[in-house]
């Protein structure tokens, strides 16, 4: 269908709280990444999916940050007990699978999620 | 380790003048490079890439892009600005191994066109 999804849009919680933000890929891409982007600064890596295990969780900033993935669709990213500082637009993005040497695939960003922690 | 270091976190450019964006990029080991655009309140939509083949890249919406390696650059260039251009540009870099695209990002440069 369309491009990358992302709900809800616009996420504002109590510090503390739980969240769940959401990411639909692309139908087809089995590779899914989610990154971060706080204000006035570029984009951090959060994580890789392929498929539905994660070779690459180097980017979590702390364990209350984890994400799982459903098969080769939708993948969550929760994070526990917020705190101001995990306020933050949540990217997530899919591309096709196998990157090479050789080859490059593209990976397509959703609009993302603003997540205000109050 | 790579790193991408972009040069002004604000450029301000007339209509019609020469668009210059800089990137500077650290990596042991020949890189991809890429540029993408943030357009208010939307997603990422990658501008252009180089992946080991032209030096200079040609991308969407004229602009265009060399890769030097002496100097360890990817600055991005437009040659007659346009108010549309007004965005916030991302250089990236990322290293063809591991089976993925792990993308390094650069802080971002806001591009602000005025009449």
């Known amino acids: 269908g369309a491009g990358v999804s992302q709900s809800p849009s616009n996420k504002v919680t109590e510090k503390g709280k739980d969240v769940e933000l959401r990411c639909d890929p692309i139908?087809?891409?089995?590779?899914l990444y989610w990154y971060r982007q706080r204000l006035g600064q570029g984009l951090e890596f959060l994580i890789y999916?392929?498929?539905?295990?994660?070779?690459?969780k180097s980017g979590l900033p702390s364990d209350r940050f984890s994400a799982e993935r459903t098969g080769e669709s939708v993948s969550t990213l929760t994070i526990q007990r917020t705190q101001q500082e995990d306020s933050a637009v949540y990217l997530c993005?899919?591309?096709?699978?196998?990157?090479?040497?050789?080859?490059?695939?593209?990976?397509?960003f959703g609009p993302g999620t603003r997540l205000t922690v109050l | 380790a790579q790193s991408v270091t972009q040069l002004g976190s604000h450029v301000s450019v007339s209509e019609g003048a020469l668009v210059l964006l800089r990137c500077n990029y650290s990596s042991s080991v020949p890189p991809y490079l890429f540029w993408y655009v943030q357009y208010p309140n939307q997603g990422l939509q990658l501008l252009l890439k180089y992946t080991s083949a032209a030096t200079l890249v040609k991308g969407i919406n004229g602009f265009e892009a060399e890769f030097k390696k002496s100097e360890t650059s990817f600055h991005l260039t437009k040659p007659s600005a346009h108010m549309s251009d007004a965005a916030e540009y991302f250089c990236a870099v990322s290293r063809a191994s591991g089976g993925y695209n792990k993308l390094i990002f650069g802080a971002g440069t806001r591009l602000a066109v005025h009449p």
């Open positions: 993005a899919s591309s096709l699978a196998g990157q090479t040497s050789r080859s490059y695939n593209e990976q397509f």
């Open positions: 139908s087809g891409h089995t590779a």
């Open positions: 999916f392929q498929g539905n295990s994660a070779p690459d």
